[in-house]
């Protein structure tokens, strides 16, 4: 197989673009997929101060090296979750990789904030995912706004895109529909969120990760059964592997014509946000998620 830009031996071979490369080509080829997707949606510029939400896994670490790169303005964000059999590892690799780099890093340790998962995990006897994701959103949002940052970006790839997109059109969820995409402007207190990967594959980043030599972190939370929407994304695979290309043009069909129709609808009824009354967080309710889960832990058995 040879490389179809440079007639080198390639090692990626890419049938969705119909290309295959050489490894030099192939980060040639990432960078500009990147490039590309920030300018298409207009995700930020060099003169954003961009927080890098780093979770130790391969795709936040390549995105973080990627905008480094390319000359962002970038600092990392690790949040510790106090998970004795996986927060260890994922810090030590956060903090090896930004002292190995020079970047910068801001770690924030739940056990020093009172929020340890696996004590919010045996009080709160509802799934710890949707709870471990709103307290990991809450400090993201909170170091943003408080620190000065203008963007926050997360790793998050065309696959874990098209798998959440295909979740919320199964279950027809216009809110959500209205909502997804690799931007999503600050509004209301919340600072602007991006996703600078959503046209790189999982297999393109996994690629990109291991050419660059980044060292990766392999103990997964002991919670979950494994990775989110597991079954959509084999479904995708199975699919893509059929009608190659199909996953880009599912996701930017939707960017372009059915994400602005599900806005029409749910333009009218969106929640009135005001200030959390124990902290300030921007909220639906009077006291926050992040305050009701505290208060949760703080009442005695
Ligand atoms: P996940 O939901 O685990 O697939 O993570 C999606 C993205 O959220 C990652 O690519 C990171 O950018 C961010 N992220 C997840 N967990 C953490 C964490 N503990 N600290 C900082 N960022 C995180
Ligand atoms: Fe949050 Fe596992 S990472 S529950
Ligand atoms: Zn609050």
Redo the contacts with the bound molecule.
Sequence with gaps: MKCTRCKATAVVALPSHNAAFCPECFLDFFSKQVDKGIREHGLMTKQDRVL??????K??LA?MLELGRQGYDVTG?????GIPES?PA?RGV?ERFCEKYGFPLIV?DMVKEGLPIPEVKAKLRRPICSAC?KI?RY??NQTAREQGFTVL????NLD?EVARLTSNTLRWDSAYLSDQGPVLEDEDGFAKKVKP?WRVTEFETANYAFLMGIENHYAP?PYSSG??FSTLKSLWLELEDKMPGRKMDFYHGFLERGKPAFQQTEKQDSDILSPCTRCGYPTSAEVCGVCRIREALAERD
Excluded: Q
């Design positions: 890098v939400a780093l979770s130790g896994g795709d936040s995105l964000l690790h949040v510790d979750l927060s994922a956060v924030r994701g990991k400090f993201f970006a997360t790793g998050h874990d990967f939370c990775a989110s």
